[in-house]
């Protein structure tokens, strides 16, 4: 898989300046050393030999500059989508965890107000995001970050309720979950882009 190398303008540019002043360098060596050359073939080699040795040490290092310009550029980019993939994995864990609990929720709300299956708060879970907050990092917005603590938060109040739960108590949690998990799939499509 070949790679094409793309340059900005900026960098073309400084690549031609660079090339010219070399070119101008070697041709003033060649200039002086044609001149001196009837009169002292021991100069006119020893500034051939400079010359030469100037223009290709100058050439080396606008090639080297190149070389780490851009290996620099690309392991920068890299590096950003590796990040961008690993916390997209940690909103789709988070996200699953919401679906789930907006499920058991849904299907047992009924239930709920009847202070029927109550053991069934015990398997709504917020392990996913207490286990990943702290690596989400700065790339994800710090609306969605607080959006999900007061999300997390409002799951554990109603999952630790041992009293009948009024269904709109339940609604109002299944729409805060359904809010959130808006909020991380824009997010993991921000990501992505």
């Known amino acids: 898989m070949s790679k094409k190398l793309q340059f900005s303008i900026k960098e073309i540019v400084s690549i031609l300046l660079l090339t010219v002043i070399v070119s101008l360098i070697v041709f003033m060596c060649v200039s002086i050393a044609y001149n001196y050359l009837d009169s002292s073939p021991e100069i006119a080699s020893a500034l051939i030999g400079a ?105 554990s109040t109603y999952k630790s309720t041992t009293d009948a739960i009024e269904e709109n108590l339940s609604n109002g949690v299944i729409q805060k979950i359904t809010d959130n998990i808006q909020k991380i799939e824009i997010e993991i499509t921000n990501l992505k882009g």
């Open 51 to 155: 010359g030469g040795n100037f223009s290709g040490g100058v050439l080396g290092g606008i090639v080297a500059y190149i070389v780490a310009a851009y290996q620099i550029k690309n392991s920068t980019k890299f590096e950003d989508v590796k990040l961008a993939r690993k916390i997209s994995s940690l909103l789709l864990l988070i996200k699953a965890e919401l679906n789930h609990n907006m499920k058991l929720i849904s299907n047992c709300k009924e239930d709920f107000a009847n202070r029927e299956n109550l053991e069934l708060l015990n398997t709504i879970t917020i392990d996913a995001w207490l286990n990943n907050a702290d690596k989400l990092g700065e790339k994800v917005s710090i609306e969605l970050i607080e959006s999900l603590i007061n999300c997390t938060a409002l799951i």
